[in-house]
């Protein structure tokens, strides 16, 4: 037998939900399968292709629901979970039972393994770690912007080469190793380690360019990445240059699109007013409350600025 997971690439979650499920799965319904994984983005156009269906058992985790009836299982906690509400009526009329959805979740990891105990009797205590740090990482819950900037522990290691690997086949080496090996020991295969030098140079790049290009207006922090090239960035690098700030709005450009992020700061004081996945989806893009992001298409980078100028003013206020 062969099962598919399609999961949400280059985040934590995503790819601890897909070992979580893997074990899950392989231990409770499908013993002598292979497992297979393939990474999904949000992007501006579709999301899921006819072939991405393509095991005997498919399983989405951390990422958009699919109407598609060769789908088996599915696991998500975004608010933005439903691409139309066609699809929100379709789910809701699900009699497999094995579709499940639960906004209030921080990770998906923390949701599959309640879920996989409460339902279905399955436990994985050599997992208890990774599904903790699912938690803190999706749900933002450090202590400090210090301690996420600094990355000392193997989880945030771990975070960085995730997000910032690429192509899939990095993460789904490392989804195959969390399923068996502890956080520490993953971070010190040579492979990754070499892999995660790098892009903590490229970290403390990120830095700099964000310090000298990043301003801070009525609480929220806004650069612009597009002439620097800087894909992506560590979500926390804004507060931990601006700490009196309550939002960050940004704009960047990758290969396949053109990202507006917006985000908010976790150790702000006065309780946050926004519900950024709101927000976004007035623009056609999503996320959580606390933080969300719009995919525009590639060179599409007017509209994006434009977007993300309306969306400061806003959170401003
Ligand atoms: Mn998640």
């Not at 991405?52 to 989405?60: A, M």
């Not at 612009?224 to 709005?249: Q, R």
Request: charged share 25%.
């Amino acid at each position: 037998m062969r099962a598919r997971v399609l999961y949400h690439d280059h985040c934590f979650d995503g790819a601890a939900s897909s070992a979580f499920v893997t074990r899950f799965l392989r231990e409770k319904f499908y013993e002598n399968t292979d497992f297979f994984y393939r990474g999904l983005a949000h992007r501006a156009d579709q999301l899921f292709e006819a072939e991405y269906f393509d095991g005997d058992v498919n399983v989405i985790v951390d990422f958009k629901y699919s109407p598609d009836p060769r789908l088996t299982w599915w696991f998500d906690h975004h608010q933005s979970a439903f691409l139309s509400p066609e699809d929100a009526e379709h789910f809701r009329h699900d009699t497999s039972g094995r579709k499940m959805f639960d906004p209030s979740y921080r990770s998906c990891t923390k949701f599959i393994a309640t879920v996989a105990r409460e339902k279905y009797g399955f436990e994985a205590p050599d997992l208890e770690d990774l599904v903790t740090w699912a938690d803190i990482v999706d749900g933002a819950l450090y202590e400090s912007a210090e301690s996420v900037v600094e990355m000392k522990e193997p989880a945030m290691k771990l975070t960085l080469v995730i997000e910032g690997a690429k192509g899939s086949e990095v993460v789904q080496k490392i989804i195959r190793a969390m399923q068996t090996e502890p956080l520490a020991a993953i971070v010190q295969e040579p492979e990754i380690n070499a892999l995660y030098e790098k892009l903590h140079q490229d970290h403390l790049h990120t830095i700099d360019v964000i310090r000298r290009e990043g301003s801070c207006e009525g609480g929220v922090i806004f650069f612009d990445l597009v002439a620097s090239g800087i894909e992506g960035y560590n979500k926390f690098i804004p507060y931990y240059l601006f700490p009196d700030s309550s939002y960050t709005v940004s704009v960047s450009t990758s290969s396949f699109r053109t990202k507006v992020s917006v985000g908010s700061n976790p150790w702000a004081r006065p309780p946050l007013q926004h519900n950024l996945a709101t927000i976004c989806e007035r623009y056609g893009g999503g996320g959580h409350a606390k933080v969300g992001a719009i995919s525009f298409p590639i060179g599409a980078v007017v509209e994006a600025r434009k977007a993300a100028a309306e969306i400061r003013e806003e959170l401003k206020s």
